[in-house]
């Protein structure tokens, strides 16, 4: 079976050419939209009977290479198309292709009617093989294609609306900073070749022989520049400080394509990176602890921001940088199976509360127009009572919510409170683990306080929509709805792979699955933890349950502020603004952030720029250029009077030419 | 028998009193009848070498260009005929498009 | 001796007449010129044993590309040259005109003649008849060339017609 794995990448990429070469001349709708979908569940399909061949085999031997051909050799450096399976990489394709495919089949209820759908289309599905090529290529630099090919969907994505200026400025936002963390990626993949070859002779890219070799790798030094370049990397992509503005911005694109991309998988690509290459960053603990601080501080600091924000999208836009925190501060205690267990099940509930507020936007957006109303489809401000309306939307939206703030039985809980356990729990930073628990705990609180307060201003209490305009809000139609209601289903169960062992072994020693399945990717870092790593306090499992209670408290707790502050009394938010005018607009205005930067960076570059194009360009380049051009024209005004016109001249030059040569043959 | 020099002089002298004229004269037709006295100036070369080689190629290659020059003399003519159609002239001076 | 002298007076009504040719001011008066060089060069083919070259020398040169060139100045009615003297032009075109010769007769002066005796001499031609001879080499060796020949004048003749067409 692992041999058709080509198949997967495969599909998606038909997709992209039909689509992309017919689809404006194939018009119908359910032709387009059925394509790009059919070609997504194909990969699914292949993508599951591989995962369930390789849960087949004894997990030593789930590992496959698949080398395609070789696509460039240039003396010792040699990259192939190849792809690499193992049970990293098979999950990952699991969750792109099935979360994927749920997505494509809402598109086609969400966009129906927009213009341009076939580019949707097309768009959508390059963005699917971009990133299947990102998680099944076996070496950097085909990883490093699907890392510039999502990149580039994004970009196309978020500019989908391009006559909308806001959103060609979040396309352009978006990609430039990608390029910088692009950038760090490139030099940490060159520093790494170039390391391993000059002083060990091993010139390769290749995940596989990289991780055979990685014993040979020093501790600290280089190591650490190397991996703090694929950090710079994955901060680009995934949304993390300092490189985290692009994404709340990027919600100017369809909200499916926000769900797909700025949620469930493109984003999560550092993550999946980090725990790719795990058995060289855990190499190098000064980055270990570099990525722990820099995901705790996005979870805490996304969640503030998300607490003041009306656009229902912005706030799931800074839950997902804050929980793209969260996997990474996993990744950063060394916790790498639970970074990647939260990045699924954040998968599958982020996805659901994309959808769900996708089928809000969808509704309000047509109650408005027919009610001739230009407020903003957005806004929760001009929602409430929803509850009503739309009954599967709710229930489905209530249900991830309850997941994302990591209510018991719910699948966040599972992971997220394997990720604070092992943040307090890890034996990498000494003390600072207490730090790290507590803020990624109040982090989660804060969660718990925002999602619901989105819920309960979007769902319950009155509705703040004119009353000609409540007529026509409806439920959305079932190709909507569908998606919805497996993703809420998978947000509900999807934890029950993962269960924490101190609850499995209440429930008579179920194991973590989901630990052991991951267990040979990451089974080098295990060793040499467990040989490095002085374990300087065993933990009982009283205070895993008490940690656990914690941090159940602090959810339970935010979620009791929303109720208070956005059910009972409505009118405490406005006075508590009053009473604190400039927390709040500084909250509002996300910290200042955007203009920091604008400050920092963006406006001395357009200086740079404008210096650099009136200054150096017109006056030096362009005066190098004319001056060569009025060299050149003086010369031939000067020559061009040997081009008299006139045929005798011409005849006469060449008789001479003719005598010339002549005479040289005769006379030399 | 004459020396072969003396008839490779005869035609030296003949082909560049042909060059003279070309570059000198402005008459299209003048022009035309210095490039014919040329060819014929080299198929005096040609027959003169082929007789000091016994060799009747020479004579061959002789016959050859005779009918290029035939050729030649149907297309210039006609070049001629429509050029003094366009400018009622046929001084070279007059075909000066190329002069910008 | 008589044959030398004989030579000298051809060659030098061969020189006289082309000189005649570049100097006269009426392009009739240069054709007939150029009729007599072509004659005294039929003449020197007579000398050099190849009497059919000198048939055709006249035939072809003197009765058909002569005439045409004739016709073709009467049709035209070109009268004498006019407008500006171009001495500047006859002094360049005449030195040029003199480095040719000088420099052929230089390499008359310094080069040998190489290359194989072949068969043919006067006594052959005398005996088997120099028509014959063209005509075995013409549509033995060269007749490849030979029919190409007969390619060229065709696109010559298309292309005076097309030329001298008043519309095509």
């Known amino acids: 079976?692992?041999?058709?794995?080509?198949?997967?990448?495969?599909?998606?990429?038909?997709?992209?050419?039909?689509?992309?070469?017919?689809?404006?001349?194939?018009?119908?709708?359910?032709?387009?939209?059925?394509?790009?979908?059919?070609?997504?569940?194909?990969?699914?399909?292949?993508?599951?009977?591989?995962?369930?061949?390789?849960?087949?085999?004894?997990?030593?031997?789930?590992?496959?290479?698949l080398n395609v051909f070789t696509w460039i050799q240039s003396g010792t450096f040699k990259a192939d198309i190849g792809f690499l399976i193992d049970p990293l990489s098979a999950l990952m394709i699991m969750v792109v292709t099935g979360v994927g495919f749920l997505i494509h089949l809402y598109s086609i209820g969400y966009m129906h009617g927009e213009e341009g759908f076939y580019r949707y289309f097309t768009y959508l599905n390059l963005f699917t093989f971009s990133m299947l090529l990102l998680v099944l290529g076996n070496n950097l630099l085909l990883m490093f294609v699907g890392w510039e090919g999502v990149g580039l969907c994004s970009y196309l994505l978020i500019g989908y609306y391009f006559h909308k200026k806001s959103a060609g400025d979040a396309g352009k936002k978006a990609f430039v900073m990608n390029r910088v963390g692009d950038f760090g990626f490139l030099l940490g993949v060159f520093t790494l070749f170039w390391f391993l070859g000059q002083n060990y002779n091993i010139w390769t890219i290749n995940f596989v022989e990289l991780s055979k070799a990685s014993h040979l790798l020093p501790v600290g030094g280089?190591?650490?520049?190397?991996?703090?370049?694929?950090?710079?990397?994955?901060?680009?992509?995934?949304?993390?400080?300092?490189?985290?503005?692009?994404?709340?911005?990027?919600?100017?694109?369809?909200?499916?394509?926000?769900?797909?991309?700025?949620?469930?998988?493109?984003?999560?690509?550092?993550?999946?990176?980090?725990?790719?290459?795990n058995f060289i960053f855990i190499k190098a603990p000064e980055t270990m602890l570099v990525i722990a601080c820099i995901g705790a501080a996005t979870a805490i600091f996304a969640a503030t921001i998300g607490t003041a924000q009306n656009d229902i999208k912005r706030v799931l836009a800074y839950s997902t940088v804050s929980q793209l925190g969260f996997m990474f501060l996993a990744m950063g205690v060394g916790a790498f199976a639970a970074?990647?267990?939260?990045?699924?099940?954040?998968?599958?509930?982020?996805?659901?509360l994309f959808l769900g507020s996708g089928s809000v936007?969808?509704?309000?957006?047509?109650?408005?127009?027919h009610a001739h109303s230009h407020d903003d489809p957005q806004d929760m401000r001009h929602m409430g009572g929803l509850k009503s309306k739309m009954p599967i939307t709710f229930i489905t939206f209530l249900v991830s919510t309850i997941a994302i703030a990591g209510i018991p039985g719910f699948s966040g809980f599972f992971s997220k409170d394997e990720i604070l356990?092992?943040?307090?729990?890890?034996?990498?930073?000494?003390?600072?683990?207490?730090?790290?628990w507590g803020i990624g705990a109040v982090a989660a609180g804060f969660t718990a306080f925002y999602m619901f307060r989105l819920v309960f201003m979007t769902f319950f209490g009155e509705c703040r929509i004119t009353p000609k305009a409540k007529d026509h809000l409806h439920e959305s139609p079932f190709v909507i709805t569908l998606p919805l209601m497996v993703l809420g289903f998978l947000a509900v169960v999807g934890g029950y792979v993962g269960i924490p062992k101190v609850i499995g072994e209440v429930f008579g020693g179920i194991p973590n699955l989901f630990e052991h399945y991951l267990e040979p990717v990451f089974r080098i870092s295990e060793e040499f933890a467990k040989e490095h790593v002085q374990v300087t306090a065993h933990h009982s499992a009283a205070l895993e349950w008490g940690l656990m209670g914690t941090s159940v408290l602090i959810?339970?707790?935010?979620?009791?502020?929303?109720?208070?502050?956005?059910?009972?009394?409505?009118?405490i938010p406005a006075k508590f603004t009053a009473a604190f005018p400039g927390l709040h607009r500084a909250v509002y205005n996300k910290w200042y952030i955007d203009e920091l930067y604008?400050?920092?960076?963006?406006?001395?570059c357009k200086a740079l720029g404008r210096f650099l194009w009136k200054g150096f360009d017109v006056v030096i380049v362009d005066g190098i250029v004319n001056g060569v051009a009025k060299v050149t024209m003086g010369f031939s005004g000067v020559l061009r009077h040997v081009q008299s016109g006139f045929v005798h001249n011409y005849a006469l030059t060449m008789a001479l030419g003719m005598v010339v040569i002549v005479g040289f043959y005769l006379f030399r | 028998m004459l020396a072969l020099n003396n008839y490779l002089i005869i035609s030296a002298i003949l082909f560049s009193i042909g060059t003279i004229g070309v570059l000198v004269r402005r008459n299209a037709i003048v022009i035309f009848m210095c490039v014919e006295m040329m060819l014929n100036a080299v198929n005096l070369t040609f027959i003169a070498f082929s007789k000091y080689l016994g060799n009747i190629d020479g004579q061959i290659f002789v016959f050859f260009v005779m009918t290029v020059a035939a050729a030649e003399a149907a297309v210039g003519l006609a070049l001629m005929i429509a050029f003094f159609k366009n400018r009622e002239s046929i001084d070279v001076e007059d075909i000066n498009v190329m002069k910008w | 001796m008589l044959e030398s002298l004989f030579f000298l007076i051809v060659a030098a009504v061969a020189v006289i007449s082309s000189i005649l040719v570049i100097t006269c001011k009426n392009p009739i008066n240069s054709a007939l010129s150029l009729v007599m060089t072509f004659f005294c060069l039929a003449t020197f083919y007579v000398m050099l044993d190849a009497p059919f070259m000198a048939?055709?020398?006249?035939?072809?040169?003197?009765?058909?590309?002569?005439?045409?060139?004739?016709?073709?100045?009467?049709?035209?009615?070109?009268?004498?040259?006019?407008?500006?003297?171009?001495?500047?032009?006859?002094?360049?075109?005449?030195?040029?005109?003199?480095?040719?010769?000088?420099?052929?007769?230089?390499?008359?002066?310094?080069?040998?003649?190489?290359?194989?005796?072949?068969?043919?001499?006067?006594?052959?031609?005398?005996?088997?008849?120099?028509?014959e001879l063209i005509g075995k080499a013409l549509y033995t060796d060269f007749l490849l060339p030979f029919e190409i020949t007969s390619l060229l004048l065709l696109v010559a003749i298309i292309g005076a017609v097309i030329l001298s067409k008043r519309k095509i």
């Open chain 1, 222 to 277: 280089i190591v650490t520049i190397i991996t703090l370049c694929f950090f710079l990397g994955a901060t680009g992509k995934s949304a993390q400080i300092p490189l985290y503005t692009w994404l709340p911005d990027a919600m100017e694109g369809p909200t499916p394509v926000s769900a797909l991309i700025h949620a469930a998988t493109m984003v999560t690509a550092g993550v999946y990176m980090i725990g790719r290459m």
């Open chain 1, 598 to 604: 604008d400050l920092l960076f963006v406006n001395p």
């Open chain 1, 555 to 571: 959810a339970v707790v935010g979620i009791s502020i929303a109720y208070a502050l956005y059910i009972v009394s409505p009118s």
């Open chain 1, 1 to 65: 079976m692992f041999e058709y794995v080509w198949l997967i990448p495969l599909f998606p990429l038909i997709g992209v050419v039909i689509n992309g070469l017919f689809g404006k001349s194939i018009k119908n709708e359910k032709i387009i939209g059925g394509i790009g979908s059919l070609m997504v569940f194909g990969s699914f399909l292949v993508a599951c009977s591989i995962l369930f061949r390789l849960l087949s085999l004894p997990s030593e031997e789930r590992l496959y290479e």
């Open chain 1, 361 to 369: 936007i969808h509704s309000m957006h047509h109650a408005l127009h």
């Open chain 3, 55 to 131: 048939a055709i020398q006249v035939i072809v040169y003197a009765g058909a590309i002569m005439v045409l060139i004739v016709f073709v100045i009467m049709l035209l009615n070109i009268r004498t040259e006019t407008g500006r003297k171009t001495t500047h032009a006859i002094l360049a075109g005449s030195i040029i005109g003199l480095f040719v010769l000088f420099q052929t007769c230089y390499f008359l002066t310094k080069g040998t003649l190489t290359g194989t005796k072949g068969a043919m001499d006067t006594a052959l031609v005398e005996k088997v008849g120099h028509v």
């Open chain 1, 339 to 352: 970074g990647v267990f939260h990045l699924m099940t954040h998968a599958f509930f982020k996805a659901c």
């Open chain 1, 421 to 436: 356990w092992q943040a307090f729990a890890n034996p990498y930073h000494g003390s600072l683990n207490y730090v790290l």
